[in-house]
């Protein structure tokens, strides 16, 4: 069975999806995730879609849950990279992804998450840190 | 007739949908002839979504079906045109249906009417106990 592979970076889960995800497949991402963040505790998720072509109803479903299961679990979540086309379309489609955070870039993601989390032990690429 | 049939094909494929394996290969093969006619990444973009809630939607209610893939030749502009065909349970109630936030399974209800809005015409028809037929056409610059 194919699978998203969920990369751990300090207290962040880093995700890139890179192929368009059939459902079963997105459906196990987002148990795997909420188990990740689970077992590491993990204090925030990035996902990366910036290869998703399209993001339809089902898959904003999926984003959406795994922002709100993650928070329960008290992790933040970040969608990055959404191509503009994406977004126009999502939009009319009548989407809008309430409750799912998102950044432009997985630069602009990672800082986000940082300034949510308060950086407390991120050591990676502090030039940018607040502390 | 519908006026959705009297368009001068150019291009025809017709992809059984099965599994939801299928819907992949299913939108790359959609998305394989609409850059055949030069459409643009955003109205691509709209196509595929819409054809893919559609394909969604066949799979979940009618176990599957088969689409119709075409290029036509409208007045001013070609176009592609996606016919679902489905032997499902049909639906009742078509209005109700596209409504928003209407759904007797379980999602969020948008995918019918999110596609309508989506392409530049929408045509469904469906016989309760025989099945569905939902087609549209999204022109290369509508």
Redesign the interface.
């Known amino acids: 069975m194919d699978r998203i592979p969920i990369l751990k970076m300090g207290q962040f889960l880093l995700v890139t999806i890179q192929i368009?995800?059939?459902?079963?497949l997105a459906v196990n991402l987002e148990s795997d995730l909420v188990q990740m963040v689970s077992k590491t505790g993990a204090r925030g998720v990035l996902i990366d879609i910036s290869a998703l072509?399209?993001?339809?109803?089902?898959m904003?479903?999926i984003l959406g849950n795994i922002g709100s299961m993650s928070k329960i679990m008290d992790a933040e979540t970040v969608v990055v990279g959404m191509?503009?086309?994406?977004a126009?379309?999502l939009i009319?489609?009548?989407?809008e992804l309430q409750g799912v955070s998102t950044a432009l870039n997985v630069e602009k993601g990672m800082l986000f998450l940082q300034e949510r989390i308060g950086n407390q032990n991120e050591p990676a690429d502090d030039e940018d840190g607040t502390e | 007739m519908n006026q959705l049939m009297m368009k001068t094909v150019l291009n025809k494929a017709i992809m059984k949908i099965e599994k939801e394996q299928d819907v992949v290969p299913f939108r790359n093969r959609v998305k394989e002839f609409a850059t055949k006619i030069g459409m643009s990444l955003v109205n691509q973009t709209k196509l595929i979504t819409a054809a893919s809630e559609l394909v969604r939607n066949m799979l979940k209610y009618a176990n599957g079906g088969s689409v119709v893939i075409e290029i036509i030749s409208g007045e001013r502009d070609n176009g592609i045109r996606l016919t679902f065909d489905d032997k499902g349970p049909g639906i009742k109630d078509i209005a109700l249906a596209l409504k928003d936030g209407f759904s007797t399974g379980k999602s969020l209800g948008i995918g019918l009417p999110g596609a309508k809005r989506l392409v530049s015409e929408f045509d469904i028809k469906s016989v309760v106990g025989k099945g569905t037929v939902v087609t549209i056409i999204k022109w290369k610059n509508g």
């Open positions: 368009d995800l059939y459902d079963r072509t399209i993001v339809d109803s089902f904003g479903r191509q503009p086309a994406v126009i379309t009319e489609l009548g989407l």
